[in-house]
């Protein structure tokens, strides 16, 4: 006996049994395509790897501005420590020539009068020279340097060995650290002609 009833259950059951296989049913009991689920899984996916790539982002901006605000202030720190340099360099040929005024010798008794005063001045220079964080570069009997002289002549000297500074043209001064003016020398070298 034909039951036109029980043949559209079947058949509703079948369609029923292929849309499952193709169907995953959620927490709250909804079903849902896996294509759905997979399309999901993939943006998932997507939104995680976009999140991390925003967060190394930040923590590279984070770290560039940390590395900003030390250099900032290494800079800072630097300008204040060498802020009178460029004054100095200035100021010290006019010492240097100050210098040798007070030092010439004379047998004029009003002239030495007026030297012993500039004397005084000459040494307070000096004082205030050092108190600043300006020396002399040792120059005289040293081995030569050339990050602290440079070499006007050469010249040879039996009995003295080669690179060392037989007489100092120009005194060099450092600042601090850094060299205000470097040493102008006359250097023993051994003449190649006359090997």
Avoid: C, W
């Amino acid at each position: 006996m034909y039951n036109r009833y029980r043949e559209e259950e079947k058949e509703l059951q079948e369609e029923t049994k292929a849309s499952t296989e193709n169907a995953v049913e959620v927490e709250d009991g909804e079903v849902v395509e896996v294509e759905e689920v997979e399309s999901s899984n993939e943006e998932i996916q997507k939104l995680q790897e976009e999140v991390k790539r925003l967060n190394e982002l930040h923590l590279r901006t984070l770290a560039d501005a940390e590395n900003f605000k030390r250099r900032l202030n290494e800079e800072r720190i630097r300008e204040r420590k060498y802020g009178s340099q460029s004054l100095l360099e200035k100021l010290i040929n006019v010492f240097d020539i100050f210098d040798k005024a007070v030092n010439i010798k004379t047998d004029d008794e009003k002239l030495k009068n007026f030297l012993i005063g500039f004397e005084m001045i000459n040494n307070q220079l000096k004082q205030i020279m050092t108190d600043e964080g300006i020396k002399k570069i040792e120059a005289v009997n040293q081995k030569f340097n050339p990050a602290y002289h440079h070499a006007l002549e050469v010249d040879y000297q039996e009995g003295v060995d080669e690179d060392i500074i037989l007489e100092e043209v120009q005194t060099g001064y450092m600042y601090k650290d850094r060299v205000l003016r470097p040493a102008l020398v006359k250097v023993n070298k051994i003449n190649k002609e006359e090997n």
